[in-house]
């Protein structure tokens, strides 16, 4: 089965639908625990920081690209702790939460959301095709933005291990 622009349309009206929700479910519990219990503490920068930072990302992004069958799972849990994470660091640090994810988020956060949606698309199409070497088609023909998400990836742990 090929995939049209209309299946594309859908499986990105799901993937956002099912981002959003994980979205709201983590910010909600945040409001549901006591933020006494959580501390912020600036993490040291540097070359181990980098490193660190680095192999968690690249970590998370080969789990996404190589058990995408796991995809919608694993997009609703990661991204329902992020934005749990995301939300106490507000809580408890108010507006300076955002100098916390300046600058790497800019880059990290819409990378993360492209190579979620890299991992739910080729979900879709092992689902509707009943075919991993049709799934292993598509992403052949997605190498470039794989390879430069990649590259993001890379370049968010340097901005982030370094800068903050």
Not at 65 to 73: E, K, R, T
Not at 77 to 96: E, K, P, W, Y
Not at 128 to 153: A, D, E, H
Request: net charge positive.
């Amino acid at each position: 089965m090929e995939f049209t622009y209309k299946h594309r349309k859908r499986a990105a009206g799901v993937y956002a639908s099912l981002t959003l929700a994980s979205i709201l479910i983590g910010a909600l519990v945040v409001f549901g625990v006591n933020a006494d219990y959580f501390a912020a503490k600036k993490p040291p920068f540097g070359a181990e920081m980098f490193k660190t930072i680095l192999f968690a990302n690249v970590r998370d992004y080969l789990k996404y690209l190589v058990l995408y069958i796991l995809s919608p799972i694993m997009l609703a849990v990661d991204t329902a702790i992020n934005s749990f994470q995301i939300t106490i660091g507000f809580r408890i640090l108010g507006g300076d939460a955002f100098s916390r994810l300046m600058p790497h988020s800019l880059i990290e956060l819409p990378n993360i959301l492209l190579y979620h949606f890299l991992s739910f698309y080729q979900f879709i199409i092992f689902i509707k095709n009943k075919s991993s070497k049709k799934t292993f088609i598509s992403i052949r023909r997605l190498k470039w933005i794989y390879v430069c998400s990649f590259i993001l990836v890379i370049l968010g742990a340097l901005i982030e291990g370094y800068l903050g």
